[in-house]
């Protein structure tokens, strides 16, 4: 556990990927970049690249054209790395659960390629901002 | 303006029309041969200048049933032309071929209910995953959600 309190130590970027959302997420997710919000003041940060992340966002029931994209982007996050899954969708895949063209919710995919990930869920249609900042806090404190 | 249309449609079409019906004054049910499509669709698109709304598919109890839907907007007219495609063939000549408008509606109708329309000339997925098993239809009656789970999918063509 050394090593993750070491790499969780100071400010978390996250990438922020859209695994057939709905978008209300996503614009939730824009609304915490805004000045009542403003997570960058705890080092909060969306950056463009997993590559550049610490943490994944994860919003949308996972379908199966975008799980190899899930799966591959997860590959390429620096590990060890959070994954946040976010609203309803993201935590249970929500009221699509049962669609031929689900594969899952997002800890069901993540863990197949990966059984030790560390996965924070967020529920909610959509999460309130403030949610998802105290989920990465209790993520942080969990790991 | 209905009794107009349908007095036109019943001088040019002879003998390519089953029978037809006025459901409301602003809509026209034409039923057809599926054989005979191809020259009914050409009459109104080309000859007739409606213009395509969209095309829908139906499983009935003998098979598919597709209504092209065309609108003649200067005569307030809409014109269903329906058409039964019959189990277990399931094999339509593609309008597709000549008017680019319905390629779109074709290949939807081809992965969403297993249609083969004859002669398209693109028949790649529009709307499922590639990954998507083939031979099995998400719109069709005996169709349920469990009949393809996250084995079925071949992530090999997947695209990545």
Redesign the interface.
């Known amino acids: 556990m050394d090593i993750l309190k070491k790499s969780f130590k100071k400010s978390i970027w996250v990438f922020h990927l859209s695994t057939a959302a709905c978008n209300n997420c996503d614009i939730e997710v824009l609304e915490l970049l805004t000045p009542k919000y403003d997570v960058e003041r705890f080092g909060i940060k969306l950056v463009g690249s997993p590559r550049h992340a610490d943490a994944l966002l994860v919003c949308g029931s996972v ?3 975008a ?3 899930l799966l ?1 982007v997860y590959r390429q996050t620096p590990k060890p790395c959070l994954v946040v899954a976010f609203g309803s969708c993201g935590c249970s895949s929500g009221i699509f659960r ?4 689900i ?2 919710p997002v800890d069901k995919v993540i863990k197949e390629e990966d059984p030790n990930a560390l996965i924070v869920y967020v529920p909610g249609c959509p999460p309130k901002p403030e949610a998802m900042i105290e989920a990465i806090v209790m993520g942080l404190g969990v790991v | 303006m209905n009794k107009e249309v349908m007095k036109n449609l019943k001088e040019n079409l002879k003998g390519k029309i089953i029978d037809m019906a006025e459901v409301r004054d602003n809509r026209i049910y034409v039923r057809v041969d599926p054989k005979k499509i191809l020259d009914v669709i050409e009459y109104l698109f080309f000859k007739y200048k409606c213009k395509l709304c969209t095309a829908s598919g139906m499983e009935m109890r003998e098979g598919i049933e597709i209504i092209y839907h065309l609108a003649r907007e200067d005569k307030n007219t809409l014109i269903n032309v329906k058409t039964l495609v019959p189990f277990p063939d399931l094999e339509i000549d593609s309008v597709g071929k000549k008017i680019p408008a319905f390629r779109w509606i074709e290949r939807e109708m081809n992965e969403m209910l297993g249609v083969t329309f004859v002669g398209h000339p693109d028949m790649r997925r529009l709307i499922l995953a590639d990954s998507f098993p083939k031979g099995k239809y998400p719109l069709r009656k005996n169709f349920k959600h469990s009949d393809v789970t996250d084995e079925d999918y071949d992530y090999e063509r997947s695209g990545l």
């Open positions: 379908n199966a054209h799980k190899p994209r591959e049962d669609s031929y063209s594969v899952g």
